[in-house]
């Protein structure tokens, strides 16, 4: 991957400081407080819909491709902005933690680049401003031009922006039978990911020089999460630091709906009914997590690919 993107972020980065405002000092938690929810026995055919309806809320295929998506490029590196130096740590750490805990590389704060930018601010319209305007519209992730305007709305309280690439597989190599013959098909030598772009082609999956399909993966590149001070100022910085983690882990279809399983994507949604908030991630959260860090996400078809994760979801469930 070329690293102009990150040359342009970084020193973004340092223009986006003007914006961010401390919050009022705290002392924060050494871990989320306990969260305990208590569900009744479903009918097998009914858990297969309502894992489904959660993976088609948290998991929004890649743009390009339509394929399944993690945070697997590089470790995962977070960097957090505009609180004081003990909440921005343990903003970080969360991440960190979790991540690692389903699977996820994670790198070490101050020795790896950021991709995972998470920026408190009370002034959040204005951050993403000039974040785009200083990466020309990259850190917002693949779009068209005339989709930009909507993409710089800051329309809740925590929001996050996703730059996505796709590779081929650089250690699989996919069977194909022709003819009665097995044969094996070489990963490319470029094994570089490519930037999702709205106006060129994603990497095909045929090797060079034949019709053969290779396994082409897509995945998150990137991640930006702006939290608006004015907003999440009066909520305890474990279940904020919890909310970031799972956009910083999986880029989220809808921010305002709810489904049967309780997820921290609940805290700031307006259409849980009367149902309790998650103070932590839930059960779900990270049954979902594990399968989706651990799903093969390669697999010829989006839908093998989601019933990967459908898979790995209920036997996480089923511990």
Not at 6 to 29: E, K
Not at 141 to 152: D, K, T
Not at 182 to 187: A, E, F, H, N, R
Request: glycine share 6%.
């Amino acid at each position: 991957m070329t690293d102009r993107f990150w040359s342009l972020v970084l020193p973004a980065l340092t223009t986006a400081v003007v914006f961010v405002s401390s919050a009022p000092a705290q002392t924060p938690p050494t871990k989320p407080p306990e969260n305990v929810i208590v569900t009744g026995h479903k009918p097998a055919e009914d858990i297969d819909n309502i894992v489904s309806h959660f993976i088609d809320r948290h998991a929004a295929p890649n743009r390009k491709t339509g394929q399944y998506m993690r945070d697997d490029i590089g470790p995962i590196c977070p960097i957090t902005l505009g609180l004081p130096e003990a909440f921005s740590t343990f903003v970080s750490k969360r991440v960190l933690s979790v991540a690692a805990s389903v699977g996820a590389r994670t790198g070490t704060p101050g020795a790896c680049r950021p991709n995972v930018e998470i920026l408190f601010t009370d002034q959040p319209e204005q951050v993403v401003k000039a974040l785009s305007e200083r990466t020309h519209g990259a850190i917002l992730g693949m779009h068209y031009v005339h989709e930009r305007p909507q993409l710089l709305e800051v329309t809740h309280p925590i929001q996050s922006w996703y730059v996505t690439a796709t590779r081929m597989d650089e250690n699989a190599i996919e069977p194909v039978t022709s003819y009665g013959q097995d044969y094996s098909v070489k990963p490319s030598d470029d094994k570089t990911p490519v930037f999702d772009d709205a106006y060129r082609n994603a990497p095909d999956r045929v090797a060079l020089g034949s019709k053969i399909p290779m396994r082409r993966i897509s995945a998150i590149a990137n991640v930006l999460i702006v939290a608006d001070l004015k907003e999440v100022g009066g909520h305890e910085i474990g279940p904020v630091a919890d909310y970031i983690t799972m956009l910083a882990l999986s880029e989220p279809v809808s921010l305002d709906s709810c489904n049967e399983l309780p997820s921290i994507l609940d805290l700031m949604s307006n259409g849980c009914g009367s149902r309790a908030k998650p103070d932590k991630l839930t059960d779900s959260d990270m049954a979902y997590l594990e399968a989706l860090y651990a799903a093969d996400l390669g697999a010829k078809t989006n839908a093998a690919q989601k019933e990967s994760i459908e898979g790995g979801m209920k036997g996480e469930m089923g511990k």
